[in-house]
């Protein structure tokens, strides 16, 4: 099932939660909202399920419209951060809820439910907790307790509202990991909604980069990742180096000066070369304040000779033996690649 | 060097917890905190019932089955029975409004529940007594159709319903709202009406909170004295709850009767509080 949202705009008062937000989701895409606490993408992703009401705007399941239709008709599988599984029923009767909830006509035999729920819990790997009571799960089996729930009804229509958020580190790598395998069985249109970027560039087809009820850009992860379209993006897209410079008949040269147009230029920290020699005229004197390893790649902290400002290069174990840097030497530094901002009201 | 403590310092720490008072200001806190709760609480509650046994079982059992005395018990179930399941309904029903809904007055709403804690009883039997006495805002109407209100059965209901109406609500609002409406939302998308996702979700999630508002609601509605005291005329026999009618014994210098109907009171306060304790303990166990 497709999803189409045209112009949705949302108020909470005098807070402007979305901006016309114009989104299109394909049939089977697995679609991450990415964007820091307050970029209402929480509110973007209620409002598809119905939980919210937009102010103006549609939405769109197909080619039905479903601005008006009420939560409990919209067919949608919804994920909550904190699970919200029903405290007072077991495993097996939270999976088993929305098929027993539904009207005599339309509702499953008990031995159908039993069934059904009985493969959910084996797909979730949940088969011997069907009679625990959510208390006495960990977080991560809470949150496929969940997923198994929401997929109980079929629905057409996956959202998940920072679905990890509550999980440490190495069970939301498992569990993200999963969802894909998840998704890429059964192809439902999912929409996910995370701060973390790591995660989004690891599970979603397409990523939605949201900020302040705008979206800042759409992309595949390599497209958002590689080739920001604004400093935000680039930014919140992982670490970044800002050069201060000018623009000078359209090449972009380090150091600010008052005669020509001011320029910031993006540099990731793997773009960023370090030589013992200077190389090339743009190349950087800088100062070694730190280096550290983690696993095969060194990070190394530098102060910029001529602006005193903090940089971050990231090179390979092969390399940093090779130039043999110790804190406290002065080298060069180069960007490979990089991307030219001008300043507008946009600060960092 | 790094990392050798001196072994008598080791010693030191391993002694009594800092934290733990002599033994003399232990004693006499707890002492002091003991006698209190015996002269204040534990002496008057005896007294009750030395003083009902005072001149024998045959009198205690005449003063509890006095026709009089009979017809008070009786009003009084009577006037449990109808306010509690209601004063329970209302405040479901405030309680889902201010937690699940944003809408403005939300917080003199909250204010105007608590109402009946803020004023005395007697000022909330007057207010009825405003309202449905023959010179009241209400007085001509129900002459007209001739229905009795004050001095009468359903004035005590009023009066008490009143008094009692904070309990339920008090109790679910907090509770509701550390809750939150997350597995109610979760029942929505699921496709759960609202009235099925109430009684699966929410009333699973809040009956403990329930009782407790219902029992300590029961508990008020029986004792209430001063609301119930100005509407309802102290009829003997018609219009007498059991508070009143100790009053009315006392007054005539019936001490042991009185003190009768009062130990039979006391009775159900104490069934009260272990029911309480129960419920609590029950709370506490299904988090």
């Known amino acids: 099932m497709s999803i189409q949202i045209k112009d949705v705009s949302k108020a909470f008062g005098s807070f402007q939660a979305l901006q016309d937000i114009n989104l299109d989701i394909e049939t089977g895409e697995l679609v991450a909202l990415l ?9 973007l992703l209620r409002i598809i399920a119905g939980l919210e009401a937009s102010d103006n705007g549609v939405i769109l399941f197909g080619d039905e419209e479903m601005t008006h239709i009420r939560t409990t008709e919209r067919k949608v ?20 809820y929305g098929l027993k909830v539904r009207s005599k006509k339309e509702r499953p035999s008990k031995k159908e439910i039993k069934e059904k729920v009985k493969e959910l819990l084996s797909l979730v790997k949940l088969d011997a907790f069907a009679d625990r009571y959510p208390s006495q799960l960990s977080g991560g089996q809470r949150q496929r307790v969940a997923l198994a729930r929401a997929l109980a009804v ?11 958020g509550a999980l440490d580190a190495k069970v939301r790598k498992e569990l993200r990991r999963w969802l894909r395998r998840l998704h890429d069985d059964f192809h439902i249109t999912s929409i996910f909604v995370t701060h973390d970027q790591e995660e989004a560039l690891d ?21 958002v990742y590689e080739h920001p379209n604004s400093p ?4 919140f897209l992982g670490n970044v180096n800002v050069f201060h410079g000018r623009l000078e008949d359209g090449t972009w040269r380090n150091g600010a000066d008052s005669l020509h147009q001011q320029a910031l230029a993006y540099v990731r920290p793997h773009d960023v070369a370090i030589e013992r020699q200077k190389s090339a005229e743009d190349a950087v004197q800088a100062e070694i304040v730190h280096i550290h390893v983690v696993g095969r790649t060194v990070h190394v902290e530098l102060k910029q000779g001529d602006t005193d400002r903090f940089l971050e290069a990231e090179l390979t174990k092969d390399r940093y033996r090779e130039l ?11 960007p490979n690649q990089l991307k030219v901002f001008i300043p507008e009201d946009y600060s960092i | 060097m790094a990392g050798h403590i001196p072994l008598s310092y080791v010693g030191k720490s391993s002694g009594k917890k800092s934290a733990e008072e002599p033994l003399a200001i232990r004693v006499l806190l707890i002492s002091v905190a003991l006698s209190f709760l015996f002269l204040f609480l534990l002496l008057p509650l005896l007294a009750i019932f030395i003083k009902a046994f005072e001149q024998g079982m045959g009198l205690y059992i005449a003063s509890i089955t006095d026709p009089d005395a009979l017809s008070a018990i009786k009003l009084t179930l009577l006037v449990v029975v109808l306010t509690v399941p209601l004063n329970a309904l209302f405040g479901i029903a405030a309680a889902w409004a201010i937690t699940k809904f944003d809408f403005k007055g939300k917080s003199i709403l909250i204010t105007i529940i608590d109402l009946p804690f803020a004023i005395s009883p007697v000022i ?11 010179h009241g805002l209400f007085g001509d109407f129900l002459f007209e159709h001739d229905i009795k209100i004050l001095f009468a059965v359903p004035g005590i209901v009023l009066a008490t319903l009143f008094v009692t109406f904070p309990f339920v609500a008090r109790e679910l609002i907090p509770l509701m709202q550390s809750q939150g409406s997350a597995e109610e939302e979760a029942s929505l998308t699921l496709g759960a009406n609202g009235w099925k996702t109430f009684w699966l979700v929410t009333l699973p999630n809040i009956k403990w909170g329930l009782l407790y508002g219902v ?9 209430e004295f001063g609301a119930v005291s100005v509407v309802s005329g102290h009829i003997r026999g018609l219009t007498n709850t059991m508070p009143l009618h100790i009053e009315i014994l006392y007054n005539e210098y019936q001490f042991s009767a009185a003190f009768a109907v009062a130990s039979l009171m006391s009775i159900l306060a104490i069934v009260t509080l272990i029911l309480k304790n129960i419920v609590e303990w029950k709370a506490g166990e299904h988090g």
Do not use: W
């Not at chain 1, 599988?77 to 088993?96: P, S």
């Open chain 2, 215 to 223: 029992i300590l609601c029961n508990a008020r509605a029986v004792g």
């Open chain 1, 35 to 43: 964007g820091p606490s307050g970029s209402g993408k929480t509110s």
């Open chain 1, 324 to 334: 043999d840097l110790k804190p406290g030497e002065t080298v060069f530094v180069r």
């Open chain 1, 232 to 235: 935000f993006v680039y930014d």
């Open chain 1, 77 to 96: 599988g919804f994920v909550f951060q904190h699970y919200a599984l029903f405290k007072h029923m077991t495993v097996a009767d939270n999976v088993a």
């Open chain 1, 154 to 164: 079929e629905p057409k229509v996956l959202l998940l509202d920072e679905p990890f």
């Open chain 1, 203 to 223: 599970v979603a087809d397409r990523i939605v980069v949201m900020n302040e009820g705008k979206i800042e850009q759409i992309g595949s992860p390599e497209e």
């Open chain 2, 124 to 134: 909330a039997g007057l207010v009825f007594v405003l309202l449905f006495s023959s």
